[in-house]
């Protein structure tokens, strides 16, 4: 596609339950980032990849964030037994060199996530 | 650590006159500087960065940034601001200790276009 998608936009969890989130890079895009943006708040780097090498996770909050990019293309936050400190939307970034800095980012839309 | 700060929570002008949108940094060694806008319901969007070179960077819709290395500042800035232009905006640094591929992004700015 012509930008990043991630889905769902939005996501209504109950505090407990389990959720996945999505993400479709740019086709050719090397590197892939996930961030955290709270309301009223900058985004705020979770993890990054690199093809499908997850080079740098140091961001995420907790061990029931996980994220994954098994053949280097689409790419998959799982956030584990869900607090309501979760909640924020989740944004989506790819590149298509190795650290971003050359071509800048390209965000998706993000997923809202609610937990209830 | 890598820091951003922007002073400012909105920013209002007139439509015609001249923009700045502040931004401070704090990095050990070399910053990669960015702004991003972003618009409602839509993701953050480059608008331009410094690397290296010359301290005036151009960027996207007639938007312009000055790195100031003595100051830690990399304010945004436009001639002549339209409507449009009205919008979330966030400045961003990466590199030193961090390396290159974490950025860290402010808290954002509120510019706010007045017909």
């Known amino acids: 596609g012509a930008g990043v998608s991630q889905s769902p936009r939005y996501k209504v969890a109950k505090r407990g339950q389990d959720v996945a989130l999505r993400c479709d890079p740019i086709?050719?895009?090397?590197?892939l980032f996930w961030y955290q943006q709270a309301l009223g708040q900058g985004p705020e780097f979770l993890t990054y990849?690199?093809?499908?090498?997850?080079?740098?996770k140091s961001g995420l909050p907790s061990d029931r964030f996980f994220a994954e990019r098994p053949e280097g293309s689409v790419s998959t936050l799982k956030i584990q037994r869900t607090q309501q400190e979760d909640s924020a939307v989740y944004l989506c970034a790819s590149s298509l060199e190795g650290t971003g800095v050359h071509y800048g980012y390209t965000f998706g839309s993000g997923t809202r996530l609610t937990v209830v | 650590a890598q820091s951003v700060a922007q002073p400012e929570d909105q920013v209002n002008v007139a439509e015609g006159n001249p923009l700045t949108v502040k931004c401070t940094y704090s990095?050990?060694?070399?910053?990669?500087l960015f702004w991003y806008v972003q618009y409602p319901n839509r993701g953050l969007q480059f608008l331009l960065k410094y690397i290296t070179g010359d301290n005036l960077v151009k960027g996207s819709y007639g938007f312009e940034a000055e790195f100031n290395k003595s100051q830690t500042s990399f304010h945004l800035k436009k001639p002549s601001a339209l409507v449009s232009d009205s919008a979330l905006y966030f400045c961003a640094v990466s590199g030193g200790l961090g390396g290159y591929q974490k950025v860290t992004f402010g808290i954002g700015t509120k510019l706010q276009v007045i017909p």
């Open positions: 990849f690199q093809n499908e090498a997850q080079l740098d």
């Open positions: 990095v050990s060694g070399n910053p990669y």
């Open positions: 086709s050719g895009h090397v590197s």
